[in-house]
């Protein structure tokens, strides 16, 4: 009989925990979510540089390749001979700076690809605004070189109208929708994700999902990727935007998790 209430009182608390995980817990549920840069364009080349370097080695998700083996250049240290990634960005493509290389090598990474590696670099624009884009840069800039980004870039870098770059990443991509597989598509998660014949392997498919993880593990690892990371995706850890949470509504979020817990 006790056991029995433990059970119940267990799914009581279970329940409530959820809905007031879904209430309000979900705008908090954030480990390493994007910092909002609100950059005006007078913001200085040292800000730039900060919060380039906080992205770079976090929620930007550059480490899960960069500096790790192999599988990717080391841009905070020497290659082939030019130095790190500030002092050789200028010769890699002849015609281009230093900053129009970086900028290109973020957003159509594979138009020019470092010799001896893998085109598998993403579009950073799926998972990083304009300006954090660009404060990016400016951090790669200062690893052995001049950083030339400024407030122009910034100030260009932002819808006209407004004076103040704010920017809630990939987030300022709202949508209204509550079919599954247009929020999938939407919200991007097929540019990482296959499912059926759709989407792109750079995270686990998530065809067999719903036999692989409960609905509560498929919404943790929505609202929080890092957490605990995919069996065998361990070292791209950091690459799944961590901000689902701000960007779906409580509705959107039950409508991908029970949709996905379906996949078998
Ligand atoms: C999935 C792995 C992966 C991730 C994540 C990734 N990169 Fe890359 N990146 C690569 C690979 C592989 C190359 C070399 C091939 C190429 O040029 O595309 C590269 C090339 C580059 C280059 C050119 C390097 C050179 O020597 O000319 C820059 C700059 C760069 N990445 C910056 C970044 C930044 C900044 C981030 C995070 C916002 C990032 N990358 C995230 C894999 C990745
Ligand atoms: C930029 C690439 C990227 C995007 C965009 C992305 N994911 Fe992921 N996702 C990953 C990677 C890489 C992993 C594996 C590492 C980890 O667990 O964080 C993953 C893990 C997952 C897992 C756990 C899978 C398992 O087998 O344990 C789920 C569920 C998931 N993603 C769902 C989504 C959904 C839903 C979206 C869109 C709302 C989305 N992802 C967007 C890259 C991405």
Known sequence: MWATNLKILGIVLGTLALYTLIANG??????????????TGE????????????????AGGCTACHGLGTRAPNLLSDAGGQGAIGARCGQRVEGESCKEYLYRSM????????????????????TLSEV?????????????????????DIAAAQPAGEDE?????????IVATTDPLELLREMQCLACHLLGDEGA?????????GSRLTTDQIRESILDPNAELAAGYEQFGGMMPANFGQRLTAEQLEVIVSYLGSQK
């Not at 913001?43 to 976090?58: D, F, I, M, Q, R």
């Not at 594979?110 to 624009?125: A, L, S």
């Open 26 to 39: 979900i705008p908090q549920v954030e480990s390493e979510v994007p910092q909002e840069l609100s950059f």
């Open 43 to 58: 913001v200085s080349a040292a800000e730039l540089v900060a919060a380039g370097e906080e992205l770079y080695a976090g």
């Open 107 to 126: 957003i159509e990474p594979n138009v020019f690809v470092v010799e001896g590696f893998q085109p598998i670099m993403p579009d950073m624009r799926r």
């Open 132 to 152: 954090q884009i660009w404060a990016m840069i400016a951090y790669l800039q200062s690893v052995g070189g001049e950083v030339t980004v400024t407030g122009d």
């Open 165 to 173: 770059a704010s920017d809630s990443g990939a987030g300022a991509m």
């Open 201 to 209: 392997q750079v995270g686990p498919p998530l065809d067999d999902l």
